[in-house]
């Protein structure tokens, strides 16, 4: 977070010394590539509120980077990972929690729709830049392979390509289950889901279990009628979970979309006492205590470490609601 912050202001600065256009952009190129990679740095931060407060300003900050360089690919990328990644961990846990406490406000739901569709604009823009018209995603998001033509014409295989594709896919799948009475918005996830298909071929493990996370999701989310398999959704859950087993968000997601709605409580405790042990072994790590913490095998995976502290939170939250649940 400190770094990439650096990063950020150090760039904005030289940007206000000089009203040179072609100065600023030279600025911003040269640098835009390490604001990219510090970017996921972010994955590394283990309190759920210094990335609650520190992202925001940060977003804004490289949006002013990029109005002097509307076309930089690095900052689009950025801007569309950082936005969704936003919307997921802090405004969805925030609609949770009113959904869950029977609240009268929306506030998170709202937010996570302004962000979400934020990062999906930063998205299009990138995808644009490529030759690449989300328009016509949607045209072809029913032929079989229509999507994967139109994406694999333009893009490569390298991280930054598959990212984008992954992130904007998300963000427009979150605006759409988050606007279920618009059913004409509804009818086209496929597009979605043609993007998350490009993207999970040619890298099944990107991002430690996204892709499990979104198809379990996908099969458990929908009714049967609408050709969902909440069985099938379960069985995608499980198998992931035993893949990524430092992934403890594909835990609480596991509880959101299938446990919670089938009403298997059997299976909710039983995620929720792993749940359990993994809190107490992260905070006897984190927080000092005058002993020598103790290391397992989950404090190895670095690259893991917000998806755990946002699993936790998520814990804490069904763990207050529980009772509500069953």
Known sequence: MNKLRLIVATVTFGTLLSS????????????????????????????????????????????????????????????????????????????????????????????????????????????????????DIIARMNEPQGIHQILDKKLSDDKRDLEVVLFTAQSFAALVNLQKDNMGFVSQLSAAKGMFDWVCQKDPSINYGTCDIFYGAYEAGRPTMLGGNPQKGRDIFLKAISKHPHNWLIRTSYMQFYLIPQNDEDGFKEQMLA????????????????????????TREEGLRFYQTLALKRYDLMTHFQKKFF
């Open 20 to 135: 040179c256009s072609t100065f600023n952009k030279a600025a911003v190129g040269g640098s835009s590539d390490l604001i990219y990679n510090a970017s996921n740095a972010l994955l590394g931060e283990s309190n759920f509120d210094i990335f609650k407060n520190g992202v925001a300003g940060n977003l804004v900050l490289i949006e002013g980077l990029l109005a002097q360089s509307p076309r930089n690919q690095n900052l689009l990328a950025t801007l569309n990972k950082g936005y969704a990644g936003y919307a997921f961990a802090v405004n969805e846990t925030q609609m949770n929690e009113e959904e869950w406490s029977e609240a009268k406000t929306e506030d998170g739901k709202k937010q996570a729709l302004f962000n979400y569709t934020r990062s999906l604009n930063f998205g299009i823009r990138y995808l644009k830049e490529e030759g690449i018209e989300f328009s």
């Open 275 to 298: 749940l359990k042990v993994f809190n107490e072994e992260f905070s006897r790590y984190y927080i000092f205590d005058n002993e020598s913490r103790v290391e397992g095998p989950w």
